[in-house]
């Protein structure tokens, strides 16, 4: 059921288990010490997006950007948005709050993240995408 928001976006009542993207995404996109959230429609640039949460799995602890060792938490920063391969050309967002380590090498550094490279807004996954379609183009 979609249910609309204060802000006029609206959500899809997970209940009823609306959207499969989760499942979809468990099975071809599985992202190692994560799990996908459900997924729900919100309003990007004036247009209707998909946003899809990630949250730690539960116990696992953040892999240090630095040297990909897996560290201490140290804090948690604020939430951020990754672009993901569009799906009926409706964008879509991954959202997760990135965590810092306590690297006992590298000092504080925010945790690897398997779906993104450094400071992309793109997930890696997309980043290919637009590869592949710009070698199609040429
Ligand atoms: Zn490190």
Same mark, same amino acid.
């Given at each position: @059921?979609?249910? @609309?928001?204060?802000? &006029?976006?609206? =959500? =899809? /009542?997970?209940?009823?288990?609306? @959207?499969? =993207?989760?499942?979809?995404?468990?099975?071809?996109? &599985?992202?190692?010490?994560?799990?996908?959230?459900? *997924?729900?429609? $919100? @309003?990007?640039?004036?247009?209707?997006? #998909?946003? #899809?949460? #990630?949250?730690?799995?539960?116990?696992?602890?953040? *892999?240090?950007? +630095?040297?990909?060792?897996?560290?201490?938490?140290?804090?948690?920063?604020?939430?951020? /948005?990754?672009? !993901?391969?569009?799906?009926?050309?409706? &964008?879509?967002? !991954?959202?997760?709050?990135?965590?810092? $380590?306590? $690297?006992? /090498? $590298?000092? =504080?550094?925010?945790?690897?993240?398997?779906?993104?490279? +450094?400071?992309?807004?793109?997930?890696?996954?997309? *980043?290919? !995408? !637009?590869?592949?379609?710009? /070698?199609?183009?040429?």
């Amino acid at each position: @059921m979609l249910v @609309m928001r204060t802000d &006029k976006s609206f =959500i =899809i /009542r997970n209940k009823e288990n609306g @959207m499969q =993207i989760k499942s979809i995404l468990n099975s071809i996109e &599985k992202q190692q010490g994560f799990v996908y959230d459900s *997924a729900r429609w $919100c @309003m990007h640039a004036g247009q209707r997006a #998909i946003e #899809i949460a #990630i949250h730690p799995r539960k116990g696992s602890r953040p *892999a240090c950007s +630095g040297c990909g060792k897996r560290c201490p938490g140290y804090d948690t920063l604020p939430t951020r /948005r990754f672009e !993901f391969v569009p799906l009926w050309n409706i &964008k879509v967002f !991954f959202v997760h709050a990135p965590r810092r $380590c306590n $690297c006992p /090498r $590298c000092g =504080i550094k925010v945790e690897r993240l398997p779906w993104a490279k +450094g400071k992309s807004h793109l997930t890696t996954s997309y *980043a290919w !995408f !637009f590869a592949g379609w710009a /070698r199609r183009l040429t």
